[in-house]
């Protein structure tokens, strides 16, 4: 597989920005692409760094051929942003609209540019954390854009869930996420629940979400698992031991990783 690091500027958020993609370094495509989303304290280049996520495209792991795996993975770099048009956007904030900056600068780019199966059953989406959220939002939202989902350790039910339960020093981050997500969230266009709702069941992304038990946000997943058995929204999930680190990622990296090639038939 190669590794690139790509420098762009997005329009949306006026702003230069990079991604990593890892390419397979045989063949002529057109490929899939897996987009894979950082958390909120990582950026485009955590994936390559803190997890093994080459070696096991590159047929380690994963049930990858000794070839490696037909497709290519796209890490953006989205900041803090939540994947999210923020309701409020301070000048020279990292607040923006990275949801635009997702949908209308990294995806068509990365169409532009590479070989790429460019269309619903060519695309698919994961991430971690703040990731994870994003995934999940992502697939449901723009069901026509991307046919799987996974989150690992995901903020699934937004930033602001459950914000009160959690440490003093956690809420100092409410006017943050509020910025993003603004007072009145729940039911509206970044709400997962409310997009597990409103997606049209014949365009169902097929959806995968782990946690480990001793993550902070495991009533997050929880919650989310619950609310989507409720509205018999067909998905996989799964707790294993582990908490918010990249020992439990790095692992699960790789299921996720068979999921999705499922998902592509590849």
């Not at 997500?181 to 997009?195: I, S």
Request: proline fraction near 6%; glycine fraction near 10%.
């Amino acid at each position: 597989m190669a590794l690139l690091e790509i420098a762009f500027r997005s329009k949306s958020i006026d702003l230069a920005s990079r991604m990593i993609a890892i390419v397979p370094d045989s063949g002529s495509g057109p490929w899939p692409v897996f987009y894979l989303l950082h958390g909120l304290s990582g950026d485009c280049t955590a994936w390559v760094r803190r997890s093994s996520i080459e070696r096991y495209l590159g047929g380690s792991g994963s049930g990858g051929s000794p070839d490696g795996v037909p497709m290519i993975v796209v890490m953006p770099d989205t900041a803090r942003g939540w994947y999210t048009n923020a309701v409020s956007m301070p000048r020279g904030s990292v607040i923006g609209a990275y949801e635009d900056h997702f949908i209308k600068d990294v995806v068509p780019f990365v169409d532009r540019v590479f070989p790429t199966v460019a269309r619903r059953e060519g695309r698919v989406i994961g991430g971690l954390s703040m990731g994870g959220y994003g995934a999940v939002k992502m697939a449901l939202k723009y069901p026509h854009m991307f046919c799987s989902a996974t989150s690992h350790s995901g903020a699934v039910m937004t930033a602001l869930h459950r914000l009160e339960e959690r440490s003093a020093e956690t809420q100092d981050f409410r006017p943050e996420f509020e910025s993003i997500f603004g007072k009145d969230w729940r039911g509206g266009a970044n709400d997962p629940v409310a997009l597990a709702e409103k997606c049209p069941v014949d365009l169902r992304p097929a959806l995968r979400i782990d946690c480990g038990r001793d993550d902070f946000l495991i009533e997050h997943n929880r919650d989310y698992h619950a609310h989507l058995k409720a509205i018999n929204f067909p998905h996989e999930y799964e707790e294993f031991a582990g908490a918010h680190t990249w020992d439990y990622w790095d692992v699960h990296i790789q299921e996720a990783i068979a999921f999705h090639r499922r998902q592509l038939k590849i």
